[in-house]
């Protein structure tokens, strides 16, 4: 295939090109590097332009078909009507009069979307418009074919042409010898040399000569009969060879396409630093959000650890109160008022009772407000280290993605008290106490009536007896008595029983208490961490996003920039 190699090369750095313009356009890049890559697609898009040159009869016509493998310019035009023919890709096929010298053929032929071919009229027949417009073109072809015919290779008007056209436009001109079937080696031989000393007189150089028989070259690509040695004969294969070498390694379109990938590759070189910079960026605030992570557990688990600290004068208050309440009820538990249990007990009780849950609340209540202080001052001064670590580690974007509410600790530890107070009532307030105190004295009461009574009726009995007999005064007397020593010591039991009892439940109540106090600290603790947590989730949720973003676009870059890095080789030595 002719020019097959630097095809190959282009089609590639255009696939090339146009990811990269769509992953520019994709990472909104500037519009001027963007027009860039646009004008580098389209300047690399243009066809390669073939012209060929040659008197009328020359064979041009049947060479421009056997070179594309398909009848598409006219043979054996008349003189009198020939005239610069331009062949174009189009989807219709049409033909365009540019001017009375000039056609423009539109064709859908596949090749012709790498191909513009000028098919020139004869030589021998170029009028002054003919030659001017056969000039323009010259300069801008990337081939020049110069066809002679061997049954005609002498003619002057060739020559007259080539020595109209300005030298340094003839670097890529091809001497082609057509009609080469028409005659034997020897004359072939013989009518190469002239043309290649022809060549050194007029023009200073020697071109490249092609002895070729397009005949038989259109009929090897075009039937299956005998295609090998039909090939074979038309010589065909040395001529494409240097056609290939002539536009990949000396044509301006190489270089053209060398400056391309040069270009290409420096703006991919800019993008793939520009995403691999975002790439660093969004790593290393996944790195500081997750060393931030990390150091808010640690922290938290500090801050808990500290709980039990902040409860000590809780705790310390409780068993102030427990022994104060147990001084409080030995007093009020004389022997005296312990029988008093059997008259009185109710409104004892209560007295008691409310007496020490005064006392609870005034010493408890500080203590505990001084514990959520405690707790408060804690978790204020995370706060503005949490800031300091967000202004130091991360970028500004990730900065702006941070939370900077400052928590309402005002409200936290409000709600936190009213919690905790709402505890105490129900717990300290002595519910369980009062109800087990009720107890004990309902069964106090009930074993003193015994001893009571009996003391009670010894005595009536006595009185009576003192009135009847001495004797009976001395039985009576011994029963009243010992009804009396044996309550005193069941009263003395029971007050001892009752005592334990506060003890008791009181340590147990205030190991409750200090337990529920905590598990409130512990709850209000979780719920500070995880609104200082909810600040950073946007964070979170932004790097994450840009990971998904820029981790496609980090392996279309180096995609990317393997594929130019090879391009660039192959384009730097072109087989």
């Known amino acids: 295939m002719l020019a097959d190699n630097y095809l190959q090369l282009r089609t590639e750095l255009e696939t090339a090109l146009a990811a990269l313009l769509k992953l520019g356009s994709e990472m909104r890049r500037d519009p001027a590097s963007l027009d860039t890559l646009q004008g580098l697609l389209t300047d690399i898009r243009e066809p390669l332009l073939f012209v060929v040159v040659g008197e009328v009869k020359a064979g041009k016509s049947s060479l421009l078909n056997a070179l594309f493998g398909q009848e598409f310019a006219k043979v054996d035009v008349l003189p009198a009507t020939d005239k610069v023919y331009i062949f174009r890709y189009a989807e219709r096929e049409a033909t365009i009069e540019v001017s009375p010298q000039l056609t ?112 038989k070259a259109l009929l090897a690509r075009t039937t299956g009969v005998d295609k090998e040695r039909l090939w074979e004969d038309s010589h065909f294969g040395p001529l494409e060879d240097q056609i290939n070498r002539m536009v990949v390694e000396g044509g301006a379109r190489m270089l053209k396409l060398q400056s391309t990938g040069q270009t290409a590759g420096l703006i991919v070189g800019d993008i793939a630093d520009e995403v691999r910079g975002s790439f660093d960026v969004i790593l290393r605030d996944e790195q500081n959000l997750a060393r931030l992570t990390a150091f808010l557990q640690s922290r938290k688990e500090q801050t808990l650890r500290q709980v039990a600290g902040f409860l000590r004068g809780v705790e310390q208050a409780c068993r102030e109160c427990t022994e104060q309440g147990t001084e409080l009820l030995k007093q009020k538990l004389s022997i005296w008022k312990t029988w008093q249990l059997v008259f009185n007990r109710d409104q004892w009780q209560h007295e008691f009772q409310d007496e020490v849950e005064a006392k609870l609340r005034q010493t408890v209540e500080p203590q505990v407000e001084n514990a959520v202080q405690l707790l408060e001052t804690d978790l204020r001064g995370l706060w503005p280290q949490l800031q300091d670590m967000i202004e130091a580690q991360f970028a500004a974007e990730g900065r702006n993605r941070v939370t900077r509410t400052v928590p309402d600790f005002a409200r936290q530890r409000r709600e936190l008290l009213q919690s905790v107070q709402l505890t105490l009532v129900e717990r300290i307030a002595g519910k369980g106490i009062e109800a087990e105190l009720a107890r004990m004295f309902r069964e106090s009461a009930a074993w003193l009536r015994l001893p009571a009574g009996v003391a009670a009726a010894g005595t009536l009995a006595t009185i009576l007896s003192a009135m009847i007999h001495a004797s009976v005064v001395d039985v009576t007397g011994i029963i009243a008595t010992s009804a009396v020593v044996i309550g005193t010591v069941f009263a003395v039991g029971r007050r001892r029983k009752i005592i334990s009892a506060y003890e008791d439940e009181m340590n147990s109540k205030t190991k409750e208490l200090a337990r529920t106090i905590e598990k409130q600290m512990e709850h209000a603790i979780d719920l500070f961490y995880k609104e200082v947590e909810a600040a950073f989730q946007p964070l979170a949720a932004f790097c994450s996003a840009e990971r998904k973003r820029y981790e496609p676009l980090l392996n279309r870059v180096d995609e990317l920039q393997q594929t130019y890095a090879g391009l660039k080789s192959r384009l730097a030595q072109p087989k």
């Open 104 to 215: 423009e053929r539109h064709q859908p032929i596949e090749f012709l979307r790498d191909f513009n071919v000028v098919d020139t009229p004869g030589t021998n027949t170029i009028v002054p418009e003919h030659q001017t417009i056969t000039e323009g073109f010259i300069p801008r072809a990337d081939l020049v074919l110069f066809v002679f015919s061997v049954t005609n290779p002498w003619t002057q008007s060739a020559w007259t042409l080539l020595e109209l056209v300005q030298k340094r436009w003839l670097k890529n001109v091809v001497f082609v010898l057509q009609q080469a079937d028409l005659r034997d080696q020897a004359e072939i031989d013989i009518i190469r040399r002239h043309l290649e000393d022809t060549a050194m007189q007029k023009l200073g150089f020697k071109p490249p000569t092609f002895a070729v028989s397009a005949r």
